[in-house]
């Protein structure tokens, strides 16, 4: 009985605000973000290309739903989600010492967002939540158009709480996007390809950061 009154309590908070949309204020924790195998590297030089937004779904990150599951409101975010992946991966670079460059820069790093969405699922006695960010990164070189090196990354993060609303969610996806960053940080294969970044010679015949 005890378990049936908290599964009905866990339904009722969730569908009370079921109605209107929601929008998140989402962003990358800079603060927080720390060296990985990318500061292994010599410091590359790139130009950081804006994300590419190729989601199915490029209105909601989310979807508020009442108690039969049913999709009753859309879950925003208030910075567009390319915006704040490009944001994660430049903080990712240079706090692992690399700098970000311009057009006059013979390797850009290029993105493609496939996915970043919140969802949820309801137990007998408390709310799964899900945030998942999905990225291809690439470092290209501009002289040739060809990739050296391409990725994808998936940023996750889920908590099983008693319920909550827009700070959890908030709070889910921010640790979603963190996750995707430090992943990237601790990547050999884009380790490798900035160390390449860095001792190619630019367009113009000089060596990067001579």
Partial sequence: MLRLIA???????????????AKLNLAYDA???????LSEAPAARVDLKAVDDARVEKQAIGYKRNGFGAKTAD????TPPAEIVQDAIRVALEKNGHVI?????????KTTLNKFWFDYKTGLVSVEFFGSVQAEVSVVDKTTGQAIYTELFDGYHSEKTGGGLKKTWTRIMNAAIADLAAK???????????ATAAATPAAGGAVPNS
């Fill in 7 to 21: 599964s009905l309590a866990v339904g009722l908070a969730l569908s009370a605000c079921a109605y209107g949309d």
């Fill in 184 to 194: 990237m940080t601790l990547s050999p294969g884009l380790k490798d390809a900035l």
């Fill in 101 to 109: 460059g311009g057009d006059s820069d013979r390797y850009a790093v």
């Fill in 75 to 78: 879950i925003l975010s208030a």
């Fill in 31 to 37: 603060g927080a973000a720390k060296p990985g195998l």
